[in-house]
């Protein structure tokens, strides 16, 4: 909701068109469709065109061998960038603050995963997903829906401690209550880890990216005069060194 009305009060002076767009995820049943029905009317309240999907995300997520997590957030981007076709929109902008950033950062350090994970989620993809509110706090959010009287629904789903990330945010929780410096600083530490990303990634451009194109150019030329070699090249190379997560 926070980034919902931020975005639209945005809109006119940024030239924005906007749209608004829901994932069902199959998760939650009646409470899933009640929270459908709510950002629908909400995008309806502020004249704009609304768009959703279903996805059975479990299912997904047994096809594919991913974690019920892994599985949801794969779907949902599916449907979201489906979405964004359909509106003709740029951009994909989802609601991820900077309380999620440090999640994905402890989460990333008790899988024992490299640079890419634990700086967290990018502000800008190169599929068009962009995060707007990484720099903004959980608290803050709230904040701003108290102060303009805007009503949010809570995922039941948050409860739910057999998901990694549900137990991250109920330690992180603990940890503002208890000693908010230590959070402030994991905050920090989270954003000099993106800072390192970013820098990696305009080195792999600059300096590698060219180097793997001049090779794909390159490669039929090379396997016609190598007898024997495999008819489909694979590159050693195929992104940068610290992709999107």
Same mark, same amino acid.
């Given at each position: 909701?926070?980034?919902?009305?931020?975005?639209?009060?945005?809109?006119?002076?940024?030239?924005?068109?906007?749209?608004?767009?829901?994932?069902?995820?199959?998760?939650?049943?009646?409470?899933?469709?009640?929270?459908?029905?709510?950002?629908?009317?909400?995008?309806?309240? =502020?004249? @704009?065109?609304?768009?959703?999907? /279903? !996805?059975?995300?479990? $299912?997904? %997520? #047994? &096809?594919?061998?991913?974690?019920? *997590?892994?599985?949801?957030?794969?779907?949902?981007?599916?449907?979201?960038?489906?979405?964004?076709?359909?509106?003709?929109?740029?951009?994909?902008?989802?609601?991820?603050?900077?309380?999620?950033?440090?999640?994905?950062?402890?989460?990333?350090?008790?899988?024992?995963?490299?640079?890419?994970?634990?700086?967290?989620?990018?502000?800008?993809?190169?599929?068009?997903?962009?995060?707007?509110?990484?720099?903004?706090?959980?608290?803050?959010?709230?904040?701003?829906?108290?102060?303009?009287?805007?009503?949010?629904?809570?995922?039941?789903?948050?409860?739910? =401690?057999? @998901?990694?990330?549900?137990?991250? /945010? !109920?330690?992180?929780? $603990?940890? %503002? #209550? &208890?000693?908010?410096?230590?959070? *402030?600083?994991?905050?920090?530490?989270?954003?000099?880890?993106?800072?390192?990303?970013?820098?990696?990634?305009?080195?792999?451009?600059?300096?590698?990216?060219?180097?793997?194109?001049?090779?794909?150019?390159?490669?039929?030329?090379?396997?016609?005069?190598?007898?024997?070699?495999?008819?489909?090249?694979?590159?050693?190379?195929?992104?940068?060194?610290?992709?999107?997560?």
């Amino acid at each position: 909701m926070a980034l919902l009305y931020a975005a639209r009060e945005l809109a006119d002076a940024a030239g924005w068109q906007l749209s608004v767009g829901y994932v069902h995820h199959g998760w939650r049943g009646s409470e899933a469709d009640r929270d459908l029905s709510f950002v629908a009317e909400h995008a309806r309240r =502020l004249g @704009l065109p609304f768009f959703s999907r /279903r !996805r059975d995300t479990r $299912r997904h %997520a #047994r &096809t594919a061998r991913l974690s019920p *997590e892994a599985g949801a957030r794969d779907a949902r981007y599916a449907a979201l960038a489906e979405m964004a076709r359909e509106a003709q929109a740029l951009r994909i902008a989802t609601a991820h603050q900077r309380d999620d950033r440090t999640e994905s950062f402890l989460m990333a350090l008790e899988r024992g995963t490299g640079l890419a994970a634990a700086a967290g989620p990018k502000e800008w993809r190169e599929d068009g997903v962009v995060r707007p509110l990484l720099a903004v706090s959980r608290p803050e959010v709230l904040d701003f829906l108290r102060r303009r009287g805007i009503t949010y629904r809570r995922d039941s789903t948050n409860g739910d =401690l057999s @998901l990694q990330r549900n137990r991250v /945010r !109920r330690a992180l929780a $603990r940890l %503002a #209550r &208890t000693r908010p410096e230590a959070l *402030e600083a994991l905050a920090g530490e989270v954003e000099r880890l993106d800072g390192q990303r970013r820098r990696l990634d305009l080195e792999y451009q600059a300096r590698v990216q060219p180097h793997v194109a001049r090779t794909q150019r390159y490669w039929p030329t090379v396997r016609r005069r190598l007898p024997g070699m495999p008819s489909k090249k694979r590159p050693v190379l195929s992104r940068g060194p610290a992709g999107p997560p």
